[in-house]
């Protein structure tokens, strides 16, 4: 009975103890990005329409109107359906272009660490010159020479923020093999790629991680930004950037038709960045 009574008790403070480490906004923040990636994946289940379904007679249809929730745009096209496959498509593409950036980052990070000298300060000079680049402006010039493509965008994208990578995985890198484990794995005959992968790069992945939410957001507003300039995801496929641009003309009489994709960008941007400043206090050592 005693223990019972004491099992009792227990739960509601485990309960109290889970709620005060998860703070509101940053449950929110998660909730809100469980929404969107849900959205992502079942977009062709939940969606009511096809995307370049058209109802002419239909046509700046106002929200809350019978058959479709959130109005209709300047072809009557249902704006809730578009919208949905515009959260696949800029999920989609920040998705696979932050992981390039990592990707790319980091692998140029352990090369610098692995090969110190004349490859480290070359690559530093190139993580030098990134840094200083316009990288809007080059995106745009890229995409007007050679034209938009989804595969031209995601790689183009996945450019941006690798040297954020470079510098945090070849200082974690070095910091590392100071503390001994790694010379240790190398004396016991362990190639390097080994003690990479499986030494260093799971004690440094916790960094990487916190340092992918802080480039996820920009891709997505960079992302939205070209959209919005033209130079994006093309028609007839749909991203929230695309349909801003081509809401914005009609602002003042159907402001609905790009309220929408925007306040997505806003909310999914600002939880990813609470998430991130949550994961980024709760793995820093230094501050535990």
């Known amino acids: 009975m005693t223990a019972q009574a004491t099992n009792i008790t227990a739960a509601p403070s485990l309960v109290r103890r889970l709620r005060i480490r998860v703070p509101l906004l940053v449950a929110f923040g998660l909730a809100w990005l469980g929404l969107m990636v ?10 009511p329409y096809d995307v370049t379904q058209m109802d002419l007679s239909a046509r700046l249809v106002g929200p809350l109107s019978p058959g479709h929730l959130l109005g209709t745009d300047e072809l009557g096209r249902d704006v809730l359906s578009r919208l949905i496959q515009s959260i696949r498509v800029s999920l989609a593409i920040a998705f696979g272009a932050t992981l390039l950036s990592a990707f790319f980052g980091t692998t140029l990070g352990f090369l610098a660490a692995q090969f110190r000298g004349v490859v ?16 809007l ?23 941006y923020g690798w040297e954020r990578y470079a510098r945090i995985s070849r200082g974690l890198a070095i910091s590392a093999g100071a503390q001994g484990y790694a010379s240790a794995v190398v004396q016991l005959g362990a190639k390097p790629s080994r003690v990479y992968l499986r030494h260093i790069l799971p004690n440094v992945a916790s960094t990487l991680i916190v340092s992918m939410t802080l480039t996820f957001p920009e891709i997505i507003l960079m992302e939205s930004g070209l ?20 809401g914005r003309e009609y602002l003042t009489r159907a ?23 949550w994961l980024r206090d709760k793995l820093d050592p230094t501050i535990r």
């Open 137 to 159: 402006i080059l995106s745009l010039a890229v995409l007007a020479f050679f034209g938009s493509s989804m595969v031209l965008l995601v790689g183009l994208m996945g450019f």
């Open 255 to 277: 402001p609905w038709i790009m309220l929408g994709p925007a306040f997505v960008i806003m909310m999914t941007t600002l939880s990813i960045s609470l998430v991130g400043d």
């Open 227 to 246: 959209s919005f300039l033209g130079l994006g995801v093309q028609p007839p496929e749909s991203s929230l950037g695309n349909m801003v641009g081509f």
């Open 38 to 47: 849900f959205t992502a994946v079942f977009a062709d289940l939940i969606r």
């Open 120 to 135: 480290e300060h070359l690559i530093l000079v190139l993580a030098d010159f990134q840094a200083a680049l316009p990288f």
